[in-house]
């Protein structure tokens, strides 16, 4: 292997230890930021033609924490930080360039930067972003490319929620536990958006797919970190399934094939056995919640990866349950579609029409659904105008292949 | 670090048929919390102010100003008073703005203090 190539998988591996573990140490995300970022290229520099540390997570927090150290001593204007965090000059004043010896026991503290990153009083949105960022590391063009937003405008976003956590002097402790509940839903709510925006395009070019793998990285971490809480595992089961099916969601040409007509050959065994015994634990602490309830319906279906057949009775009980916990549509037009298979394409389509709402008519998934059942009930006319109707609602490229392709199918 | 909590009320609830009853409910809660801050040593000081009827708003527009009858915004939530809290962090400001008694609708906002000589 490329000796580069393999300190650069070795940086990104170790990151989220040494942020966490910087940001603790100097209160500042910008300079645990900034200090991960000098460490990396010197390890990049000096790891190019020697062999690798046995222990780059202690390599790097080393180097980190001596540039760090060392602009705060050249930088008058961050003396307030050196005060507010009682630190000690080092007494190792040496070359940070010099760093043969490491310390291998880095204090975990991944979880408390999680929520630093996710504290309700930032927005849901920017604290998302924050700890895609912070995080995971992942740089701001992509995150921007992720929000659909021009990367000025992401890059503010960021600035503007680091600013709120210094500022406001958002605490760089782990919360106490009489306030976990309220901080770990804000958590699970921003890991949530980063799950929905790495899954909301089937033929996501790169910058969503890679983000699903972060994602996966993140919710992983959460549920070794806190793995008595049944919803963490539940969402990290979640996201696991989704993550399985990512290579089925797409055909050769880049068109979307629906959940149900995947190759089920295609899904990823090792996820979904993962995320199965993810989900017994859950189970086993006896408390279920939303995200466990959508891993169990991701579940139901994975289970066609062993040959057995979907059980759609099952996934209506469970959006049945959902939609008691969550409302909305989605929930309640996917509950319409698996009625469909139960009860036939009419039950289903009833269903739909029952729903109400003043946004439907502007929401593409009701059309795609419509057209969906209005087409297997024979009504070629009312599912042609259907699907154009969702087509008319800016579809991402693999949905739009997907919409047109049936649309020609009902015209046939 | 101080915060400062204000308390957005809507004025019209201690107007209301229960209006007493809620007014002396609240005052009441008042009270306690500022007995609580007392008993967990957090320096504090606060007032109540007068309905927003009796504001008179001075706005300014690139050197000129006119005065106006009423509060800065019309609002259905009213700044009702305020506290200025010393404690370590926003956690443990958030914590206690949790605890400050509001009848009805409303909304507390809390806000760091700038300190005095600190740089910009």
């Known amino acids: ?412 | 670090m101080q915060y400062m909590l204000m308390i957005h009320e809507d004025e019209s609830i201690y107007a209301g048929p229960d209006g007493e009853a809620i007014l002396a409910d609240t005052l009441a809660k008042h009270m306690a919390l500022a007995e609580a801050w007392v008993a967990a040593g957090v320096p504090f000081s606060g007032e109540r102010l007068k309905p927003s009827a009796t504001a008179t708003t001075i706005r300014w527009n690139h050197g000129s100003h006119q005065l106006h009858d009423g509060a800065y915004a019309e609002s259905h939530e009213e700044l009702g008073g305020f506290y200025i809290i010393t404690v370590d962090d926003l956690d443990q400001a958030l914590e206690w703005a949790k605890r400050i008694p509001v009848p009805g609708k409303g909304s507390v906002e809390v806000r760091p203090i700038w300190p005095m000589g600190a740089e910009g």
């Open chain 1, 1 to 412: 292997m490329d000796a580069r190539g393999g300190a650069g998988a070795a940086i990104i591996a170790a990151r989220p230890v040494v942020v966490a573990a910087l940001a603790a140490r100097f209160r500042d995300l910008d300079l645990a930021e900034d200090g991960f970022a000098d460490a990396s290229e010197l390890a990049l520099r000096q790891f190019a033609h020697h062999p690798l540390p046995a222990n780059m997570a202690g390599w790097l927090h080393v180097a980190a924490r001596r540039r760090i150290i060392d602009r705060l001593r050249r930088d008058a204007r961050l003396v307030r930080i050196v005060e507010q965090s009682g630190l000690e000059p080092e007494a190792d004043a040496e070359e940070p360039d010099a760093v043969s010896d490491f310390d291998p026991r880095i204090p975990d503290e991944r979880l408390r930067l999680i929520f630093i990153c996710c504290h309700p009083a930032i927005a849901p949105d920017a604290r998302a972003a924050l700890t895609l960022r912070v995080v995971c590391g992942v740089p701001t063009e992509r995150i921007a490319a992720a929000f659909l937003m021009a990367v000025p405008a992401m890059y503010q976003r960021l600035t503007r929620a680091k600013a709120k956590i210094r500022e406001a002097q958002v605490p760089f402790e782990t919360p106490p536990q009489h306030l976990w509940g309220e901080r770990l839903a804000a958590v699970l709510t921003t890991l949530e958006i980063g799950y929905a925006l790495a899954y909301q395009d089937a033929g996501s070019s790169e910058p969503t797919a890679d983000l699903g793998l972060e994602v996966l990285r993140l919710a992983a971490m959460l549920a070794e970190l806190v793995p008595g809480d049944p919803e963490v595992l539940g969402l990290a089961a979640l996201v696991q399934l989704a993550e399985s099916r990512r290579a089925a969601r797409i055909d050769r040409d880049g068109c979307m094939v629906p959940l149900s007509e995947q190759d089920a050959a295609r899904w990823d065994a090792a996820l979904i056995a993962s995320a199965a015994t993810l989900m017994e634990q859950a189970a086993a602490l006896g408390c279920s919640g939303p995200y466990q309830v959508m891993a169990a319906l991701h579940l139901t279906h994975a289970r066609r990866r062993n040959g057995q057949r979907t059980d759609w009775q099952a996934i209506v009980r469970l959006y049945d349950v959902l939609l008691m916990m969550r409302p909305g549509a989605v929930v309640a037009i996917n509950r319409a579609l698996a009625l469909a298979q139960v009860e036939g394409p009419r039950a289903g389509f009833d269903a739909l029409e029952a729903l109400q709402g003043p946004a439907l008519d502007r929401y593409r998934p009701w059309h795609a659904a419509r057209a969906y059942l209005q087409a297997a009930m024979g009504d070629m006319a009312a599912a042609r105008a259907s699907y154009r109707a969702a087509l008319a609602l800016n579809p991402p490229r693999a949905e739009r292949l997907y919409l047109e392709a049936a649309f020609r199918e009902t015209s046939a």
